[in-house]
């Protein structure tokens, strides 16, 4: 039993730490993607040409 205990906890901690990733990618993407894409909106809607 403890063969197969030991089996088990390195898989849950294989899963919480890819969960762990996954999370915090589409986390910084997120952030990455709103800062790059406001400041486009806006000067495609200004209606200025130079």
């Known amino acids: 039993m403890k063969g197969i205990s030991g089996i088990i906890a390195t898989i849950l ?3 919480i730490a890819i969960a762990l990733v996954g999370v ?3 986390f910084f993407s997120g952030m990455i993607g709103g800062r790059t894409a406001k400041p486009i909106s ?3 809607s ?3 040409t130079v």
Request: aromatic share 8%; charged share 15%; net charge negative.
């Open 42 to 44: 806006i000067a495609d």
């Open 24 to 26: 915090a990618y589409v």
């Open 13 to 15: 901690l294989v899963l």
């Open 46 to 48: 200004d209606g200025n």
